[in-house]
């Protein structure tokens, strides 16, 4: 069983920034994604990153604010908030895909972490 272990979330004011990691168990590569869920809303991908890094897509409400990135040797992946916003505030999810192509569906990821929360007050 796949472990996926997240860290970063937190409370900020409007305007400010958090990373959060995401760190998969074992040593298999996978494309990763970040994805949120805000109360009564459904999931929704952020942001999805291939296993080399080479690739990535964004949600529109997050581009040229957030940036997803991965460090291959220590097989962490990143996504760095910046210009926060009350709206972003959900929990957040990091997914593991083993799939050789790049989705934004979370049906298409594998293996989930306990997801971590993100509030942002205005």
């Known amino acids: 069983q796949v472990r996926l272990a997240e860290s970063g979330g937190g409370s900020v004011q409007a305007g400010g920034s958090l990373r959060l990691s995401c760190a998969p168990s074992g040593r298999t590569t996978y494309n990763m994604g970040w994805f949120r869920q805000a109360p009564g809303k459904e999931r929704e991908v952020v942001a999805a990153?291939?296993?080399?890094?080479?690739?990535?897509t964004y949600a529109d409400s997050v581009k040229g604010r957030f940036t997803i990135s991965r460090d291959t040797a220590k097989n962490t992946v990143y996504l760095q908030m910046n210009s926060l916003k009350p709206e972003d505030t959900a929990v957040y999810y990091c997914?593991?895909?083993?799939?050789?192509?790049?989705?934004?569906?979370?049906?298409?990821?594998?293996?989930w972490g306990q997801g971590i929360q993100v509030t942002v007050s205005s």
């Open positions: 990153i291939t296993r080399s890094g080479s690739t990535t």
């Open positions: 997914a593991a895909d083993l799939s050789t192509l790049l989705y934004r569906s979370s049906a298409a990821y594998e293996y």
